[in-house]
């Protein structure tokens, strides 16, 4: 049975970014996205798979050409206990496969702070929490089912054609498209949470010792403030200890959403409340603590949109950059609504990952939508660069090809690969022709 295809205007989840491809095609195995893929070559139109739409630049845009949907693709493989791995279709939920997991009595070893997006595409862009000794989803990754330009489909892992490994598990959709993952896990494991706030320059002075004792810390800071909400995330023996019911509704879906969005409208009509907005929101959250199963911590509702730029720097130059940042929001007339967000990761040897061979801290920045940027995401931009910073591959920026190839160690070696199994490009876009060179 040949694919579902349809025709229409796609766009994002913050709305800044749309198409018109030539038609949608939503295949229910992998042999019918093999055939999708080789139509669109045969037809001389390009070819690109999009997930949930949460990137905020257009890499997953097919513009034209053939816009690829996994919706279909959700089947759970294969779950081996003993192997310690699950693999699992690639427009499967980030959300259903923690579910998944949990009734197995299994999870990811880390998570961002959503699970909303399909598994391809968050691994594929690069999607990270914040963790001392755990890494991004991509990191996480055995192995991965890949259609190629020519229709032929590869299995590839560590000891499986390697090289196309190193590539496929971060892979910006430039190498072709992913139909299954295989994922290391582990048995379920619960986290104490303990939020509390802190002025900026405490945070600052103690950033060291707080990413050293905690396995997962992160910090907000309220421009226009002196103020941060900090999150440290540890694992626990127990017992859980949920919020409330009524407590989580409160705090992280009314407060969170419902009345920060309110508060977003207020400022991006009267963009002089903003400072005033800042302050309250910056006393809104309170201390508190809490002991969940691991991505009911790591993950929150995240309804409010916006559009997003997050840099990742060496780890030993973040708390100069932040120094910077929080300076270069004070000597301006900038009205910032969104808090800035701060993350860590350790180094990796993903050739694509922006914690590729060094320890990292993210920086990310955001504005909601709709606000026009006054000049701070380029400012922000300038910042980051000077201290050698990577852009995240699915948020704002202007990076191209000759400064990535700069920041990148394996940046050839991608380019190489790429141009190896993908030679016709079927699979580019105007974004990486940006950021790839071609």
């Known amino acids: 049975m040949p694919a579902t295809v349809t025709t229409g205007r796609w766009s994002n989840w913050a709305g800044n970014q749309s198409a018109e491809p030539s038609r949608t095609v939503t295949p229910a195995s992998t042999e019918e996205l093999a055939e999708a893929v080789t139509r669109a070559a045969a037809d001389g139109l390009t070819a690109k798979a999009v997930g949930s739409g949460h990137s905020f630049t257009d890499i997953a845009s097919a513009g034209a050409g053939v816009l690829i949907r996994p919706d279909a693709l959700t089947a759970l493989r294969e779950l081996d206990r003993e192997a310690g791995t699950v693999t699992v279709e690639s427009g499967l939920p980030l959300a ?13 070893t880390n998570m961002g702070d959503i699970e909303v997006q399909t598994v391809a595409g968050a691994t594929s862009t690069g999607t990270h929490g914040t963790g001392r000794d755990s890494g991004s989803l991509a990191a996480q990754i055995r192995a991965v089912e890949i259609v190629l330009a020519d229709g032929s489909v590869r299995t590839c892992s560590a000891t499986e054609d390697p090289e196309l490994f190193e590539g496929a598990r971060l892979g910006l959709g430039a190498l072709g498209v992913i139909s299954a993952i295989t994922f290391g896990v582990e048995p379920a494991f619960l986290l104490t949470a303990h939020e509390r706030p802190m002025a900026f320059d405490e945070v600052i002075a103690n950033f060291d010792h707080l990413t050293a004792v905690n396995e997962h810390f992160e910090f907000y800071w309220f421009p226009h403030t002196d103020r941060c909400s900090t999150k440290r995330n540890n694992r626990s023996q127990g017992p859980a200890a949920p919020l409330p019911g009524f407590r989580s509704w409160l705090d992280d879906d009314f407060l969170s959403n419902t009345v920060w969005e309110g508060a977003c409208r207020i400022g991006r009509a009267f963009p002089r409340s903003i400072p005033t907005i800042a302050a309250v929101a910056s006393r809104a959250w309170s201390e508190r603590s809490y002991t969940d199963v691991a991505h009911r911590v790591f993950t929150s509702p995240r309804k409010v949109r916006f559009t997003e730029m997050e840099y990742a720097v060496p780890r030993e130059a973040a708390t100069e950059v932040l120094r910077e940042l929080k300076a270069l929001v004070e000597r301006n007339d900038w009205k910032i609504s969104f808090p800035v ?8 040897d993903l050739w694509l990952s922006t914690a590729g061979g060094r320890d990292s801290v993210y920086i990310a920045v955001h504005l909601y939508r709709g606000t026009t940027d006054p000049g701070y995401f380029a400012a922000v931009e300038r910042l980051m660069t000077a201290y050698r910073g990577r852009p995240h591959w699915g948020k704002l920026h ?13 940046f050839a070696d991608f380019a190489a690969l790429r141009a190896r199994v993908d030679p016709e490009l079927v699979f580019t876009n105007p974004y990486l022709r940006r950021v790839l060179g071609s």
């Open 96 to 108: 259903k496969l923690n579910r998944l997991l949990a009734a197995a009595g299994l999870g990811l």
């Open 341 to 348: 967000e701060v993350r860590t990761a350790p180094a990796d």
């Open 398 to 410: 202007t990076r191209d090809a000759e400064y990535l190839a700069d920041v990148y160690p394996h």
